[in-house]
Structure formats: C-alpha cells, structure tokens
C-alpha cells in the first residue's frame, strides 16, 4: 500500500471551509485571504495526492475521503478537548519506600479515596529507582528521604523521621552488637548506628517481615517511629549518631502542577 504524507499544517484551513462548505466565510474565521485559505487546501491535496473538496463559483461539497478525513478530524479534536479540559478519572502513579507506605501513606489512601475518583497506583522501590522513575516519568509524585533538586524535579520537605532501636526484650543499646541485627539492606541505619557490627545479621527488604522478627526475639533493629506507633509490646531506645532524616514529596516541574496530581498533594500538605 502506498504511502502518503500528509501535510498537517493545512488541516486548519481544510476543516475551517468544511465547516462552512463557503471559502471567504472560512478566511473570515481564520483571518487570511480567501486566495491563502484555497492556496493552502490544494496543497494539502497535493500531500495526499487525493480531491478533498469539489470547488465551483456557487457551491464547496467535500468529496468523499474529504468527508471521511473530516469525521477523523473532529474525533480526534474532541479527544484533544476531553485530554486537556475533560473531567475524565485519570490516573497517579506513586513511587514509594516500602516503610513509608506501610504506616503514613495507607491513611493518606484512605482520606484520598473518599474525595476523588481518580485511579492511584503506588509502586514500592528503591531510592536509587524512585529517582530514576521520576525523572523518566513512569511516576507523578514519589516520597523518599532525599530533596531532589534538579532541572526536571524538586522536593517538598514534610516531615522529620525519627529513627529508634526496638527489640522484644529489654536490652542496652550499647550492647546491640550482641544480638543479631535484622536489616532492610546494605544501607540499613544500623550499620551507621553501631561501630561494632554483630555477627549475625538477617537481611530482609520488606520492612514488615522486619516487624514481625523483632516481635518474635530474633534480634534488634533500627527502625523510623511511626512504623511502631501503636505498638505496646517492643521496646525502644534513641539511637545517637544518625543524621536527622527527612520525608520528601517529590514531583516533576511542572509549569502548573495538574489538578488530579494537585489534589493529592493538597491532601498531604494538610495534614
């Protein structure tokens, strides 16, 4: 099958004048000269190498591929309108630390879902990932601990993450070395807490399983606060030494924040 190349710049004028079926009231829309509005439909004619719209001194009919090109036109017109000022559900996609969704996000869900009908999808993944993401765009918004400022993407800063040292039984934190360490990985705060390393230490990235260790008496770990609010049977300690760590929200840069990705942010700040 041939292909054809279709002259874009010439579709204004094409479904100006099918409009009217009338050359001088589509010039008279468009602000040019008639002469410039039938110039500009001949060569789109000649893009496609196809008759659009028969001509005569009284009367404009559209052929019929000229017929068929407008109905597409007017398709695709609408869909633009729906794409730009429609009120269609959209969708956000979230990138986030798994601790962060486990606690503090789940309510922001909740108070989120009963305000919009708009499709979230929230992905757990590194920090190294979250970023990347981001500035491929494969996320809208993520929550990490690092302020990104870049020429694509910056943060917002939220709150202040208070990290502890929980284990089942009452123990010193100075002898944390003695007991076995349960970690989220190589970068886990307890390698940064402790000069002395344990010699036994359970890696595990999900910081439930975490949790759930802890609560058993396997071993201790360092952990963000919020993740055991509620929780009446861990002790906990303050761990010296560890840089004060923030949450940030972090979006791309965006001339005008979109209203579906506004709403959530909204949603965040007023808590």
Same mark, same amino acid.
């Given at each position: 099958?041939?292909?054809?190349?279709?002259?874009?710049?010439?579709?204004?004028?094409?479904?100006?004048?099918?409009?009217?079926?009338?050359?001088?009231?589509?010039?008279?829309?468009?602000? $040019?000269?008639?002469?410039?509005?039938?110039?500009?439909?001949?060569?789109?004619?000649?893009?496609?190498?196809?008759?659009?719209?028969?001509?005569?001194?009284?009367?404009?009919?559209?052929?019929?591929?000229?017929?068929?090109?407008?109905?597409?036109?007017?398709?695709?017109?609408?869909?633009?309108?729906?794409?730009?000022?429609?009120?269609?559900?959209?969708?956000?996609?979230?990138?986030?630390?798994?601790?962060?969704?486990?606690?503090?996000?789940?309510?922001?869900?909740?108070?989120?879902?009963?305000?919009?009908?708009?499709?979230?999808?929230?992905?757990?993944?590194?920090?190294?990932?979250?970023?990347?993401?981001?500035?491929?765009?494969?996320?809208?918004?993520?929550?990490?601990?690092?302020?990104?400022?870049?020429?694509?993407?910056?943060?917002?800063?939220?709150?202040?993450?208070?990290?502890?040292? $929980?284990?089942?039984?009452?123990?010193?934190?100075?002898?944390?070395?003695?007991?076995?360490?349960?970690?989220?990985?190589?970068?886990?705060?307890?390698?940064?807490?402790?000069?002395?390393r344990s010699n036994k230490i359970i890696m595990v990235n999900s910081v439930t399983a975490m949790l759930n260790l802890v609560r058993k008496g396997v071993?201790?770990a360092v952990v963000p606060d919020h993740l055991i609010a509620d929780e009446k049977n861990l002790k906990r300690y303050e761990v010296k030494g560890l840089?004060?760590?923030?949450?940030?929200?972090?979006?791309?840069?965006?001339?005008?924040?979109?209203?579906?990705?506004?709403?959530?942010?909204?949603?965040?700040?007023?808590?």
């Amino acid at each position: 099958m041939k292909e054809i190349s279709l002259d874009y710049r010439y579709l204004k004028a094409f479904m100006t004048t099918a409009k009217y079926l009338n050359f001088s009231k589509a010039a008279e829309e468009l602000n $040019i000269a008639q002469s410039a509005v039938s110039r500009q439909i001949k060569l789109l004619e000649e893009s496609v190498n196809d008759q659009l719209i028969i001509r005569s001194s009284k009367k404009v009919l559209l052929t019929e591929k000229g017929e068929a090109l407008l109905a597409q036109l007017e398709q695709l017109e609408e869909s633009v309108q729906e794409i730009f000022f429609g009120h269609m559900n959209k969708t956000i996609k979230v990138g986030i630390l798994h601790g962060l969704l486990e606690t503090w996000f789940n309510e922001i869900m909740v108070d989120f879902s009963k305000i919009s009908q708009h499709q979230l999808i929230v992905e757990v993944n590194t920090l190294d990932q979250l970023k990347e993401k981001l500035h491929n765009r494969k996320y809208d918004l993520i929550f990490t601990t690092e302020n990104i400022q870049s020429e694509l993407a910056s943060s917002l800063k939220l709150f202040e993450e208070h990290l502890v040292l $929980i284990s089942k039984a009452d123990i010193n934190p100075k002898d944390a070395s003695q007991f076995t360490w349960i970690c989220y990985s190589d970068e886990d705060p307890m390698f940064h807490a402790f000069k002395k390393r344990s010699n036994k230490i359970i890696m595990v990235n999900s910081v439930t399983a975490m949790l759930n260790l802890v609560r058993k008496g396997v071993g201790v770990a360092v952990v963000p606060d919020h993740l055991i609010a509620d929780e009446k049977n861990l002790k906990r300690y303050e761990v010296k030494g560890l840089a004060r760590q923030h949450i940030h929200l972090s979006t791309l840069n965006f001339k005008t924040i979109p209203e579906h990705i506004k709403l959530i942010i909204d949603l965040i700040k007023k808590r």
